[in-house]
């Protein structure tokens, strides 16, 4: 047995849309949001009216009521396509899953360059380490044959 529909409105200041939808959620879809309208309380359940009567006479289809642009105009609307929608959300999640794979193998690219950096820093240090001990140790040892040569001489 099919649910009974109940019939929602929605309107952004310039227009009013009313559809016929079975939950809330039905009713979203066909606004095509994702923000839950009902919560901030900018979308209601309506039990009166005109656009109440034309949704339940064609359920699923929005009614458009102008408000502030086309004052009074009312018509019907076909209901955004939520599969195209879905679609470009689903290209979207994919490009961004995708370039955060591409981030997180950068990082460990860049990880592994920066170890290898790090490396070779410790290994000249203790080049440098020994070419200074080497240096030091000449310098001494021909300071030591300088003062004694220098000693003979007086």
Known sequence: MARKLKVF???????SWTVAAPSRARALEAWGVKRDLFKDGSAKEIDIGPDREAALAAPGELIERGLSVDIGKVERTAAPKAKAKRESDAKALAEVEA????LAALDE???EETAAMEAERVALDRRAAALTGRQTKARNDLKAKLKAARAKLS
């Not at 409105?9 to 227009?15: A, N, R, W």
Request: hydrophobic share 35%.
């Open 99 to 102: 370039l955060e794979a591409d």
């Open 109 to 111: 690219a860049q990880a």
């Open 9 to 15: 409105c929605y309107s952004d200041g310039f227009h």
